[in-house]
């Protein structure tokens, strides 16, 4: 396998013009690096055990979780391998309690889950990184953890790559998805799909049901209709798929249409939910509206969230548009 260094990627972003105009230089370097660092990553991951990366790191982070070796790992990459990008400011990381200055000034501020599925890890299933972009209100300013509390509306660029039997890249910059696949011989991303689109009805969710008594009552009365098929009001059988990393669920929903929820629940009730709204609900929230989805956390559209700290939780329920309509109705 070879570094790579990411050309055909780097000619997408040249020649890209989402909504008619070019991808600012600043821009295509910081997402050339970012995935530049995941073709390295998905490297790794694919070694596991030969390079000792599975297992904990016994720390945790600033959610009170325990850290896994690649959640160290995928973070310290990541930091590494933007460092050198003239248009960010600064970095902030679901595995770090406060954001980090990078050029202290800029255009840009990125925020990652280095490593999204971490309870996957040791048992050889899909895993990812999510990354977000934000466009920095006063780029001349000095960074203060302030900046970084900006709405989803407010993302210049969102994606993620999830590393699975193949190693695949979803991204939007405001215009429509695209995926890439990583040519894992070269470690290059090559184009694979254009206008991902995800359709408005569909007949599979995701949930994870052993918290189906901790509900509140409006997911109980969606799901127990879905689970109720042909013999209830829905009228139509569904399937669940639950794979327990965001990133792998969420790529299914792109890929074939769906819902996936993590809602509250009432297992730690002032708790807004367990997913991060600035790592990964913002960036998926992104890119499935892009994709003709809908993302919401009960009433409220995630994209329109005014964040208060830089490591909220949020409700989360996203994918076919039919489907987040009739759950928003379920809450009013
Ligand atoms: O184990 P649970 O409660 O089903 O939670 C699964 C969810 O937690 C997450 O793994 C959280 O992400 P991290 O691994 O980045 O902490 C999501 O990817 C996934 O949807
Ligand atoms: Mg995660
Ligand atoms: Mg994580």
Redesign the pocket.
């Known amino acids: 396998m070879s570094s790579g260094i990411n050309t055909n990627f780097k000619q997408y972003l040249v020649s890209a013009k989402p909504k008619g105009a070019a991808i600012p230089t600043g821009l295509q370097d910081l997402l050339l690096a970012v995935v530049n660092t995941c073709s390295t990553l998905s490297h790794e991951v694919a070694q596991g055990a030969l390079i000792g990366l599975l297992g904990s790191a016994g720390s945790g982070n600033v959610?009170g979780?325990v850290q896994?070796k690649l959640?160290i790992i995928a973070n310290d990459q990541l930091m590494d391998g933007v460092k050198g990008c003239h248009s960010l400011a600064g970095l902030a990381s679901?595995e770090m309690e406060l954001p980090v200055a990078v050029q202290g000034t800029g255009d840009y501020l990125l925020l990652f889950?280095?490593?999204?599925?971490?309870?996957?890890i040791d048992v050889n299933v899909s895993?990812?990184t999510?990354f977000s972009i934000l466009k920095k209100q006063d780029p001349s300013a000095p960074l203060q953890t302030s900046d970084f509390l900006l709405s989803g509306r407010h993302q210049a660029a969102a994606g993620y790559v999830v590393y699975g039997p193949q190693t695949t890249m979803a991204l939007t910059l405001g215009d429509g998805v695209v995926m890439f696949t990583l040519n894992k011989d070269t470690g290059e991303f090559l184009l694979i799909k254009d206008a991902v689109t995800i359709a408005p009805s569909t007949k599979e969710f995701a949930i994870?049901m052993?918290?189906m008594r901790h509900w509140a009552d409006p997911v109980r009365r969606y799901i127990e209709e879905c689970l109720a098929g042909t013999t209830g009001t829905r009228d139509k059988d569904f399937n669940m798929r639950?794979?327990?990393?965001?990133?792998?669920?969420v790529h299914r929903v792109l890929s074939r249409g769906g819902v996936?929820m993590?809602p509250w629940d009432k297992r730690d009730p002032k708790k807004a939910g367990?997913?991060?709204l600035m790592?990964?609900a913002n960036p998926m929230s992104f890119l499935v509206e892009q994709a003709g989805g809908a993302s919401i956390n009960g009433t409220q559209t995630i994209m329109d969230l005014q964040p208060t700290d830089l490591h909220e939780r949020v409700s989360v329920m996203l994918g076919s548009k039919e489907e987040i309509d009739r759950l928003k109705q379920y809450h009013s």
């Open positions: 959610q979780e896994q959640d679901e889950d280095p490593l999204d599925g971490s309870s996957n895993i990812g999510i994870n052993s918290n639950w794979i327990a990393s965001m990133v792998a669920d996936f993590y367990k997913l991060r790592y990964e």
